[in-house]
Protein backbone atom coordinates (compact mmCIF):
# COMPACT_ATOMS: atom_id res chain seq x y z
CA UNK A 1 0.00 0.00 0.00
CA UNK A 2 1.71 3.61 -1.10
CA UNK A 3 0.09 4.99 2.08
CA UNK A 4 2.43 2.49 4.17
CA UNK A 5 5.56 4.37 3.04
CA UNK A 6 5.93 6.74 5.21
CA UNK A 7 4.50 5.29 8.08
CA UNK A 8 7.36 6.20 10.25
CA UNK A 9 6.84 9.57 10.06
CA UNK A 10 3.23 9.12 10.11
CA UNK A 11 3.66 7.49 13.85
CA UNK A 12 5.26 11.01 14.85
CA UNK A 13 1.71 12.69 15.55
CA UNK A 14 -0.01 9.77 16.46
CA UNK A 15 2.51 9.25 19.86
CA UNK A 16 2.52 12.99 20.60
CA UNK A 17 -1.20 13.38 20.57
CA UNK A 18 -1.18 9.99 22.67
CA UNK A 19 1.28 11.52 24.92
CA UNK A 20 -1.36 14.05 25.66
CA UNK A 21 -4.22 11.74 27.04
CA UNK A 22 -4.23 11.14 30.44
CA UNK A 23 -4.10 6.98 30.18
CA UNK A 24 -5.85 6.77 34.09
CA UNK A 25 -9.31 4.49 34.13
CA UNK A 26 -9.96 4.54 30.23
CA UNK A 27 -12.28 1.49 30.36
CA UNK A 28 -14.05 1.73 26.77
CA UNK A 29 -12.51 3.85 23.71
CA UNK A 30 -13.15 4.16 20.24
CA UNK A 31 -10.34 5.45 16.96
CA UNK A 32 -12.47 7.08 14.54
CA UNK A 33 -10.95 6.75 11.11
CA UNK A 34 -8.22 4.05 12.34
CA UNK A 35 -6.75 3.21 9.04
CA UNK A 36 -4.78 -0.14 9.57
CA UNK A 37 -5.52 -0.78 12.98
CA UNK A 38 -1.14 -1.08 13.69
CA UNK A 39 -1.64 2.42 16.08
CA UNK A 40 -5.50 1.61 17.36
CA UNK A 41 -3.92 -1.63 18.79
CA UNK A 42 -0.31 -0.14 20.16
CA UNK A 43 -2.64 2.50 21.36
CA UNK A 44 -4.80 0.43 23.60
CA UNK A 45 -1.85 -1.77 24.72
CA UNK A 46 -0.16 1.80 25.51
CA UNK A 47 -3.02 3.04 27.54
CA UNK A 48 -4.18 0.12 29.44
CA UNK A 49 -7.74 0.84 27.14
CA UNK A 50 -10.07 -2.58 28.17
CA UNK A 51 -12.19 -2.24 24.81
CA UNK A 52 -10.46 -0.24 21.84
CA UNK A 53 -13.02 0.24 18.79
CA UNK A 54 -11.75 1.14 15.21
CA UNK A 55 -14.14 2.32 12.90
CA UNK A 56 -13.40 3.34 9.36
CA UNK A 57 -15.05 3.17 6.02
CA UNK A 58 -12.54 2.09 3.85
CA UNK A 59 -12.99 -1.79 3.25
CA UNK A 60 -9.26 -2.06 2.35
CA UNK A 61 -8.75 -0.19 5.62
CA UNK A 62 -10.53 -2.54 7.62
CA UNK A 63 -9.79 -5.71 6.21
CA UNK A 64 -5.95 -4.85 7.20
CA UNK A 65 -7.44 -3.65 10.84
CA UNK A 66 -8.95 -6.82 11.31
CA UNK A 67 -5.41 -8.10 11.87
CA UNK A 68 -5.20 -6.83 15.14
CA UNK A 69 -8.99 -7.54 16.05
CA UNK A 70 -8.24 -9.13 19.97
CA UNK A 71 -10.03 -9.51 23.31
CA UNK A 72 -9.54 -5.77 23.21
CA UNK A 73 -9.60 -4.05 20.03
CA UNK A 74 -12.54 -4.35 17.48
CA UNK A 75 -13.21 -2.93 14.19
CA UNK A 76 -16.63 -1.57 12.43
CA UNK A 77 -17.42 -0.15 9.19
CA UNK A 78 -19.04 3.20 10.05
CA UNK A 79 -18.53 6.87 8.85
CA UNK A 80 -17.01 9.19 11.30
CA UNK A 81 -18.96 12.23 10.01
CA UNK A 82 -21.97 10.57 12.04
CA UNK A 83 -20.59 8.44 14.37
CA UNK A 84 -21.91 8.83 17.77
CA UNK A 85 -22.81 7.28 21.14
CA UNK A 86 -24.47 7.50 24.67
CA UNK A 87 -22.47 9.40 26.79
CA UNK A 88 -20.62 6.13 27.56
CA UNK A 89 -16.84 6.35 26.37
CA UNK A 90 -13.61 7.15 28.07
CA UNK A 91 -11.89 8.50 24.81
CA UNK A 92 -12.37 9.36 21.51
CA UNK A 93 -9.19 9.32 19.33
CA UNK A 94 -8.96 10.07 16.07
CA UNK A 95 -5.83 10.69 14.15
CA UNK A 96 -5.63 12.11 10.75
CA UNK A 97 -9.07 11.33 9.78
CA UNK A 98 -11.18 14.67 10.53
CA UNK A 99 -9.85 16.27 7.96
CA UNK A 100 -11.27 13.99 5.94
CA UNK A 101 -15.15 15.25 6.32
CA UNK A 102 -16.68 18.79 6.84
CA UNK A 103 -18.27 20.76 9.40
CA UNK A 104 -16.10 19.93 12.40
CA UNK A 105 -18.11 21.92 15.05
CA UNK A 106 -20.73 19.46 14.34
CA UNK A 107 -18.94 16.71 14.24
CA UNK A 108 -17.11 17.60 17.60
CA UNK A 109 -20.47 17.85 19.15
CA UNK A 110 -21.63 14.27 18.33
CA UNK A 111 -17.88 12.68 19.20
CA UNK A 112 -18.02 14.84 22.65
CA UNK A 113 -21.73 13.48 23.33
CA UNK A 114 -20.21 10.11 23.27
CA UNK A 115 -17.88 10.74 26.45
CA UNK A 116 -19.01 10.27 29.76
CA UNK A 117 -18.00 13.53 32.29
CA UNK A 118 -14.44 13.51 32.52
CA UNK A 119 -14.23 11.61 29.06
CA UNK A 120 -10.99 12.81 27.38
CA UNK A 121 -10.83 13.61 23.65
CA UNK A 122 -7.75 13.55 21.16
CA UNK A 123 -7.69 14.50 17.44
CA UNK A 124 -4.79 15.40 15.38
CA UNK A 125 -5.24 16.83 11.67
CA UNK A 126 -2.91 18.06 8.93
CA UNK A 127 -2.80 21.55 8.49
CA UNK A 128 -0.87 22.02 5.43
CA UNK A 129 -3.12 23.24 2.91
CA UNK A 130 -0.95 25.89 2.20
CA UNK A 131 2.27 23.89 1.25
CA UNK A 132 3.43 23.34 -2.25
CA UNK A 133 2.80 19.87 -2.06
CA UNK A 134 -0.99 20.83 -1.63
CA UNK A 135 -0.97 23.85 -4.13
CA UNK A 136 1.27 22.41 -6.89
CA UNK A 137 -1.97 19.08 -7.19
CA UNK A 138 -4.62 21.96 -6.93
CA UNK A 139 -2.96 23.90 -10.09
CA UNK A 140 -2.45 21.23 -12.41
CA UNK A 141 -5.93 20.22 -11.94
CA UNK A 142 -6.82 23.32 -13.31
CA UNK A 143 -4.73 22.43 -16.53
CA UNK A 144 -5.50 20.16 -19.82
CA UNK A 145 -5.92 17.34 -20.34
CA UNK A 146 -7.08 16.97 -16.67
CA UNK A 147 -9.62 19.42 -15.91
CA UNK A 148 -11.78 18.56 -19.02
CA UNK A 149 -11.91 14.73 -17.64
CA UNK A 150 -13.32 15.43 -14.13
CA UNK A 151 -17.06 14.95 -13.92
CA UNK A 152 -17.69 17.72 -11.65
CA UNK A 153 -14.49 20.11 -11.87
CA UNK A 154 -12.05 19.16 -9.84
CA UNK A 155 -12.31 17.58 -6.22
CA UNK A 156 -11.69 20.56 -3.66
CA UNK A 157 -8.52 19.96 -0.95
CA UNK A 158 -10.01 18.27 2.08
CA UNK A 159 -7.41 20.00 4.15
CA UNK A 160 -8.25 23.82 2.70
CA UNK A 161 -12.32 23.53 2.84
CA UNK A 162 -12.64 21.37 6.18
CA UNK A 163 -10.02 22.32 8.65
CA UNK A 164 -10.01 24.69 10.97
CA UNK A 165 -7.76 27.75 12.52
CA UNK A 166 -6.39 26.49 15.83
CA UNK A 167 -8.21 28.93 17.49
CA UNK A 168 -11.26 28.21 16.06
CA UNK A 169 -11.03 24.61 17.48
CA UNK A 170 -9.93 25.86 20.71
CA UNK A 171 -13.00 28.24 20.99
CA UNK A 172 -15.51 24.97 19.60
CA UNK A 173 -13.66 22.68 22.66
CA UNK A 174 -14.11 25.26 24.88
CA UNK A 175 -18.16 25.63 23.72
CA UNK A 176 -18.42 21.75 23.72
CA UNK A 177 -17.44 22.14 27.54
CA UNK A 178 -13.78 21.30 27.71
CA UNK A 179 -12.69 23.05 30.72
CA UNK A 180 -9.19 24.02 29.44
CA UNK A 181 -8.63 22.46 26.16
CA UNK A 182 -5.23 22.14 24.95
CA UNK A 183 -4.78 22.77 20.99
CA UNK A 184 -1.56 23.69 18.99
CA UNK A 185 0.01 24.07 15.94
CA UNK A 186 3.01 21.51 15.51
CA UNK A 187 5.45 21.73 12.37
CA UNK A 188 7.04 18.23 11.49
CA UNK A 189 10.51 18.76 10.16
CA UNK A 190 10.39 14.90 8.04
CA UNK A 191 13.90 14.79 6.28
CA UNK A 192 13.23 13.04 3.38
CA UNK A 193 15.94 11.61 0.85
CA UNK A 194 14.81 14.58 -1.90
CA UNK A 195 12.15 16.79 -3.47
CA UNK A 196 10.84 13.64 -5.47
CA UNK A 197 9.92 11.84 -2.38
CA UNK A 198 6.95 14.32 -1.76
CA UNK A 199 5.60 13.24 -4.97
CA UNK A 200 5.69 9.18 -2.93
CA UNK A 201 4.14 10.56 -0.11
CA UNK A 202 1.18 12.52 -1.80
CA UNK A 203 0.63 9.79 -4.37
CA UNK A 204 -0.82 7.51 -1.23
CA UNK A 205 -2.73 10.77 0.54
CA UNK A 206 -3.51 13.97 -1.31
CA UNK A 207 -3.29 13.25 -4.66
CA UNK A 208 -5.58 10.06 -3.81
CA UNK A 209 -8.71 12.01 -4.90
CA UNK A 210 -7.16 13.14 -8.37
CA UNK A 211 -7.02 9.54 -8.84
CA UNK A 212 -10.50 8.48 -7.70
CA UNK A 213 -11.87 11.50 -10.44
CA UNK A 214 -9.43 10.73 -13.26
CA UNK A 215 -9.94 7.76 -15.82
CA UNK A 216 -7.14 5.56 -14.89
CA UNK A 217 -4.87 6.39 -17.87
CA UNK A 218 -4.34 9.99 -16.87
CA UNK A 219 -3.32 8.82 -13.44
CA UNK A 220 0.28 8.47 -14.69
CA UNK A 221 0.05 11.26 -16.28
CA UNK A 222 -1.00 13.58 -13.74
CA UNK A 223 1.85 12.12 -11.15
CA UNK A 224 3.91 13.58 -13.86
CA UNK A 225 2.65 16.99 -14.41
CA UNK A 226 2.47 17.15 -10.58
CA UNK A 227 6.18 16.19 -10.10
CA UNK A 228 7.44 18.63 -12.88
CA UNK A 229 4.72 21.56 -10.86
CA UNK A 230 6.43 20.42 -7.23
CA UNK A 231 9.82 20.40 -8.60
CA UNK A 232 9.27 23.78 -10.24
CA UNK A 233 7.92 25.13 -6.85
CA UNK A 234 10.54 23.97 -3.93
CA UNK A 235 13.09 22.93 -6.06
CA UNK A 236 15.09 19.64 -6.74
CA UNK A 237 16.65 18.94 -3.36
CA UNK A 238 18.43 16.06 -1.97
CA UNK A 239 17.41 15.88 0.81
CA UNK A 240 14.04 17.98 0.97
CA UNK A 241 12.92 18.90 4.49
CA UNK A 242 8.89 18.23 4.40
CA UNK A 243 7.80 20.85 6.87
CA UNK A 244 4.45 19.76 7.50
CA UNK A 245 2.10 21.68 9.83
CA UNK A 246 -0.72 19.74 12.12
CA UNK A 247 -2.81 20.36 14.71
CA UNK A 248 -2.90 18.63 17.73
CA UNK A 249 -5.76 19.02 20.53
CA UNK A 250 -6.77 17.60 23.23
CA UNK A 251 -9.16 17.97 26.26
CA UNK A 252 -11.76 16.16 29.35
CA UNK A 253 -15.24 16.71 28.99
CA UNK A 254 -17.34 18.22 31.63
CA UNK A 255 -20.38 16.09 30.26
CA UNK A 256 -23.72 17.78 29.19
CA UNK A 257 -23.53 17.90 25.40
CA UNK A 258 -26.69 15.87 24.18
C1 LIG B 1 -4.83 9.19 6.98
S1 LIG B 1 -5.72 7.77 7.49
C2 LIG B 1 -5.31 7.68 9.22
C3 LIG B 1 -5.43 6.30 9.77
C4 LIG B 1 -5.04 6.12 11.24
N1 LIG B 1 -5.86 6.92 12.12
C5 LIG B 1 -3.58 6.43 11.45
O1 LIG B 1 -3.26 7.36 12.18
O2 LIG B 1 -2.73 5.73 10.87
C6 LIG B 1 -7.41 8.36 7.48
C7 LIG B 1 -8.41 7.25 7.68
O3 LIG B 1 -9.70 7.83 7.84
C8 LIG B 1 -10.63 7.05 7.13
N2 LIG B 1 -11.81 7.88 6.83
C9 LIG B 1 -11.85 9.01 6.10
N3 LIG B 1 -13.11 9.51 6.07
C10 LIG B 1 -13.87 8.66 6.80
C11 LIG B 1 -15.25 8.65 7.15
N4 LIG B 1 -16.10 9.60 6.74
N5 LIG B 1 -15.70 7.63 7.92
C12 LIG B 1 -14.86 6.66 8.35
N6 LIG B 1 -13.53 6.64 8.05
C13 LIG B 1 -13.05 7.63 7.29
C14 LIG B 1 -9.90 6.58 5.91
O4 LIG B 1 -10.50 5.43 5.35
C15 LIG B 1 -8.51 6.30 6.49
O5 LIG B 1 -8.40 4.98 6.94
Known amino acids: MQYERF ?24 DLGCGTGELTASA ?6 SEMVGVDRSPSMLAAARAFVSDVVSVEAGDIAEWTSAGDRDLVLANASLQWVGDH ?28 SHLASAHVATLEPFVSAFDDGPPPDPVEVNVLKVEEYTAVLHDLGFA ?33 AL ?20 GDREPYLFAFKRILMWGTSTGGVD
Open 105 to 132: PAVLRRWTAALRPGGQIAVQVPANADHP
Open 215 to 234: PDELHEPFVEAYRSELLARI
Open 180 to 212: EPHVRLQVYPHVLPSSNSVVEWTKGTSLTRFFA
Open 44 to 49: AVRLGV
Open 7 to 30: KLQRSLPFWDLVGLIDPVGIVRAV
